[in-house]
């Protein structure tokens, strides 16, 4: 149980195009979802915590207008990054937890590079 | 304060051996701590976790030992086998914030060799 997909799992855009990634919460109610980004050889860098129904909450530092993130029902949640420019090449992972627990379960994460 | 500190960066250890990768943080009101492990190209899977009111917890070949006093936590990795070479994240997070967030140690990449 507590499967977690993301789509897609690469995506390649020009630079100045918008990417929408997908996370999913197939066996469960994910009352939150978190955004994370990773480089390479590198620890998760939260971006953003999204709760069913409310605004993300963003962490210092990432854009909100750059990477917007919607959590509109209790298993999906999307983050498009906007004007994606080269540096935004990254690996994202999504998560998602049920009311009540600490515990993350990751998707597989979304490999985004930007020409 | 809101750090967790994961040493060895990395470790190589032969097969059938042990792995022992340690963590430490400093924020007292951290009361839950995972372990995850992430293969190239791949999400993190939660490995096994721990709380406070024990100082052990075991699952098949994993073990984490807990020491509050010293706000130390260990990940015990017997007979070790090169499946098991991967990126381990250890983690931490403070029940009570109500906001769910996972502060990650630096992570440790483990190489089994045959």
């Known amino acids: 149980g507590a499967v977690v997909s993301q789509h897609p799992s690469r995506v390649i855009c020009k630079s100045g195009t918008s990417v929408k990634i997908e996370c999913r919460s197939l066996?469960?109610?994910?009352?939150?979802m978190f955004w994370y980004r990773q480089f390479p050889k590198q620890s998760l860098m939260l971006m953003a915590t999204?709760?069913?129904?409310?605004?993300?909450?963003?962490e210092q530092g990432v854009e909100k207008d750059k990477f917007l993130i919607n959590h509109a029902s209790l298993t999906l949640s999307t983050l498009t990054v906007t004007s994606a420019h080269p540096e935004d090449s990254s690996f994202y992972i999504c998560s998602a937890s049920w009311q009540g627990t600490d515990t993350q379960y990751f998707g597989p994460g979304t490999r985004l590079t930007v020409l | 304060q809101q750090q967790v500190k994961q040493s060895p960066q990395s470790l190589i250890v032969q097969k059938g051996g042990i792995s022992i990768i340690n963590c430490a943080y400093e924020?007292?009101?951290?009361?839950?701590f995972p372990w995850y492990q992430q293969f190239p190209g791949k999400g993190p899977a939660l490995l096994i976790a721990?709380?406070?009111?024990?100082s052990e917890k075991k699952e098949g070949r994993f073990t984490i030992s807990f020491n509050k006093s010293a706000k130390q936590f260990s990940l015990h990795i017997m007979d070790s086998q090169p499946g098991d070479s991967a990126t381990y994240f250890c983690?931490?997070?403070?029940?009570?914030?109500?906001?769910?967030?996972?502060?990650f140690g630096q992570g440790t990449t483990l190489q089994v060799k045959p």
């Open positions: 066996d469960f109610q994910a009352t939150t």
């Open positions: 999204s709760n069913e129904g409310s605004k993300a909450t963003y």
């Open positions: 983690a931490a997070a403070d029940g009570s914030s109500n906001t769910g967030k996972l502060i």
């Open positions: 924020n007292t009101a951290f009361d839950y």
């Open positions: 721990i709380r406070p009111d024990v």
